[in-house]
């Protein structure tokens, strides 16, 4: 720590950058706010936008020269690249920009709350060195490869064990932890908990980095589809090795461990019945949540690193989409020529071979590991015939509307009879539902059956007005469909109406 150094990371750091602006404690806590107290890893626009808005607002009252500028200004600044505090990116199946904290404001939000001292209130030295020696001397014995060492290690440990429970069996009094201890060693966890998260984001980081390098690259024409497809592959191959990358995929397989999953949860259920926890409200929160924010921090990783797969996907498939039009040209001269040969043709064999197209496929893109559904057993041997719960299910099962598929065929042909194509959502507010959200099963489930276009990746919001099934209002998002005569289906969606 020279001072070269120290003088090379003030002006080049980030993190440095965002404590020493003129704006800084309201940046932070505005950022504090959104991301990290209400426990969101990522925040669409249309929401983070009015946010800061409303913020500035409240600022006025005791602040009025802090943020004047507009909140779009804001989100901008702190996404460029000379302040890169925020991550803006879009997210599959969004049409608006998402923000996420970056490592540079994980890093500062974590400095202010050690400095702050605002979970613990108060160093606990004694639980600290124990971890330290605990550590250390774990370290000696697993990095030797002496069997003998490892058996030394394991008597000690047996013998310790042996002696509580012969104290235990004797009926002396169990040593429990001092009230002390209880907290230093709870608050300790908690805080290396919140260390973990900002971790997350150095090896998202490093992913976003090779995908940007290769996009560059591909832009640019830099270099061949090989050339990029090995320099990609080769610095994916470098994370994982490095002591960065092997120890978030360690934390990636212990995470999806079925046991480690049932012990984590066993143990959160028993820590807010420990007295001297009771005060420790926010600790325990963050213990509550640590399994979701560790499962959901481990798939947005995932998900950065799939868009690295996907890509190179795309690299490789555009080298193939030419292929594939060279292969279409060429049996279009294979028809051409059989055709002139139709009535004579050759005796000999005519045969030809096609390579299929490389795919890449990541070795964690699979979803994450769910405990299976447990079905629960019910003992029927005392069963007694309730008639009036029957009769009341046979009353509620008359109230159910029928689904009339051909009146709905009709209204989809009376709609596209002079050729135009309709959506869904069109359909319905010419002809409201009657069945309420059934009808709108109903018109998808004839959609598929009828071949009309159905689009996954542009959602469609459809508004079931209030007074159907005596409810509510109601607003459901759907996959967009679009009823269409035969010859306008056959032409795909790429060709339909906008």
């Not at 020493?20 to 936008?49: C, D, M, V």
Request: glycine letters at 6%.
């Amino acid at each position: 720590m020279d001072t070269s150094t120290l003088l090379m990371h003030f002006e080049s750091s980030p993190a440095i950058r965002l404590l020493r602006a003129g704006n800084a404690p309201w940046i932070i806590a505005f950022l504090y706010a959104q991301f990290k107290h209400s426990e969101k890893i990522t925040i669409p626009q249309s929401e983070l936008l009015p946010a800061l808005g409303s913020f500035q607002e409240d600022l006025q009252l005791s602040w009025p020269e802090a943020l004047r500028s507009s909140p779009e200004t804001y989100l901008a600044d702190w996404c460029s690249p000379n302040k890169p505090w925020l991550h803006r990116f879009l997210e599959a199946g969004r049409d608006e920009p998402t923000y996420q904290l970056t490592q540079h404001c994980e890093d500062v939000i974590e400095f202010l709350g050690q400095s702050l001292q605002k979970d613990i209130g108060f160093v606990g030295t004694e639980s600290r060195l124990r971890l330290v020696i605990e550590t250390l001397q774990q370290l000696v014995v697993g990095a030797s490869c002496d069997p003998t060492v490892h058996l030394d290690e394991l008597r000690k440990q047996k013998a310790i064990i042996d002696e509580q429970i012969e104290k235990i069996e004797r009926g002396e009094e169990v040593p429990a932890f001092h009230p002390t201890r209880i907290r230093e060693q709870f608050n300790l966890a908690v805080t290396m908990l919140k260390e973990l998260e900002r971790d997350f984001r150095a090896v998202e980081e490093r992913f976003r980095e090779i995908t940007q390098d290769v996009r560059r690259k591909q832009i640019r024409g830099m270099d061949t589809r090989g050339g990029i497809l090995g320099a990609a592959m080769d610095a994916e191959d470098a994370l994982r090795r490095d002591d960065q990358g092997v120890s978030f995929y360690e934390f990636f397989r212990l995470i999806q461990s079925t046991e480690q999953q049932r012990q984590l949860r066993a143990i959160i259920q028993q820590l807010p019945q420990i007295p001297e926890l009771a005060e420790q409200t926010e600790g325990l929160h963050a213990i509550r949540r640590m399994m979701p924010l560790l499962l959901s921090e481990a798939a947005k990783v995932t998900q950065t690193e799939r868009r690295l797969s996907s890509t190179l996907r795309r690299l490789l498939d555009a080298g193939a989409h030419r292929e594939s039009q060279r292969s279409a040209e060429l049996l279009r001269e294979i028809q051409g020529l059989a055709a002139a040969m139709a009535a004579n043709p050759p005796r000999d064999e005519v045969a030809f071979e096609v390579d299929d197209a490389i795919r890449l496929q990541s070795p964690v893109s699979r979803q994450f590991w769910a405990e299976p559904t447990e079905f629960e057993v019910i003992d029927l041997t005392e069963h007694t015939d309730e008639t009036g719960q029957r009769d009341n299910l046979f009353r509620e099962f008359s109230k159910l509307q029928r689904i009339d598929f051909q009146f709905m065929r009709a209204q989809i042909s009376e709609a596209i009879r002079t050729g135009a194509a309709v959506t869904l959502g069109e359909l319905l507010d010419a002809e409201p539902p009657q069945s309420g959200i059934m009808d709108v099963l109903g018109y998808i489930q004839i959609a598929t059956e009828d071949g009309h276009i159905i689009d996954h990746d542009l959602p469609q919001e459809i508004v079931i007005p209030s007074g159907v099934d005596g409810r509510r209002a109601l607003i459901v998002t759907v996959p967009r469909v679009i009823f269409a005569a035969r010859s306008a289906v056959v032409q795909g969606p790429g060709h339909g109406p906008e």
